[in-house]
């Protein structure tokens, strides 16, 4: 059976997050595939993961909740093994995420759940299970917290990490010892709440961030450079209408083209395209294990574009001509709230 054959990224695209778990920096987002970003071809996406994980991109971010995530990422295990042994499937990270209603969190309730997800992926054990809270009043979310760790000693999760969870409640759950690898939260160049103060409490407690949104869903890109400002009807996927309210509160269409047109001038510089040096600028950050880059599967791909982030690193001068066009945005934590606010009643 022939070895599956990874290309070569760098060793600096890879790391640690756990002593044995080693995630792509730029990990491939599903959310993409959940029907909210337009008709996902089952069997062409599950082939173009082979594309990814080839390309060097090993490590998946899902949710229970992003419609057949879970399912393409059994089926393409599945094929994987077939094709090149089950030994394959030790270079593939699936990273996934419960988001439950809140109210009581019995055990036998977690259990199912994980279980749920153990089945669709074809896992043993789910690598990274990372957990999202719509209510911080509703308490219960210690309970199904604790109920993760006795289901990671039981060895059906590998890691426990959060999704959203402000630096208030990432402390209280520390505070409770529950061991947390990772928070996944909204971070690009218009959204920098991270730096606030989430990034240097992860920072000092062993806690790796994981970005999402780094592209606004694609505005971040040499598309929208020099374009007029879209409709509604333009933003046809739920990514873009997200992060273009983002942008309408951070500053308007006015100041992201001043962004884009910096951004095209450092890129130019590096000889890289404007969403690399988005991404890059958020991989340097303090605290940040990873971006998440979402993947729309098998309608289109960016794979070698986006691997040339390994391969530059932006100087002083570049941070320098960024922060004087951030620096005329509105201040988004006091706007929004810290990260995960925008997900819940202040
Ligand atoms: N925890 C949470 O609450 C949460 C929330 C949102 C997202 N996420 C995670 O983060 C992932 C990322 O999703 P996102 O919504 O934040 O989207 P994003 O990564 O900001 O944008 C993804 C889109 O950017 C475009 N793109 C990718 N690489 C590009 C490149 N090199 N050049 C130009 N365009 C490029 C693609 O558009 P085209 O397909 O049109 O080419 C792609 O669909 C999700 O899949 C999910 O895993 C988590």
Redesign the pocket.
Known sequence: MPKIQLMNLPASSYIQIAPDLKICRVLN????VSGTHGRIPAARAVESMFDYVEAGFTTW?LADHYGPAEDFMGTFRQKLADRHGSNALDQVQALT?WVPQPGSMPRNLVKQNVDKARQRMGAEAIDLMQFHWWNYRDRHYIDALKHLVDLKTEGAIRHLGL??FDTRHLTLVLDHGIPIVSN?VQFSLIDRRPLVQLAQRCQSHDVHLLA???????LI?ESYLGQPEPSAWDLTTA?LR??KNMVDTWGGWSLFQDLLKQLKAIATKHQV?V?NVAVRYVLEQPAVAGV?????LG??Q?ID??ARVFGFELDAEDYEHLEAVIGRSHDLFERIGDCGDEYRQR
């Not at 999402?212 to 694609?218: F, K, M, P, R, V």
């Not at 998440?292 to 729309?296: A, D």
């Open positions: 987002g599903m959310w993409q971010d995420k999704t959203n996944q999402y949104g780094t592209l606004c869903g694609g890109s990514s997200k992060y395209s969403s998440i880059v979402g993947t729309r309608v289109s960016h574009e986006n």
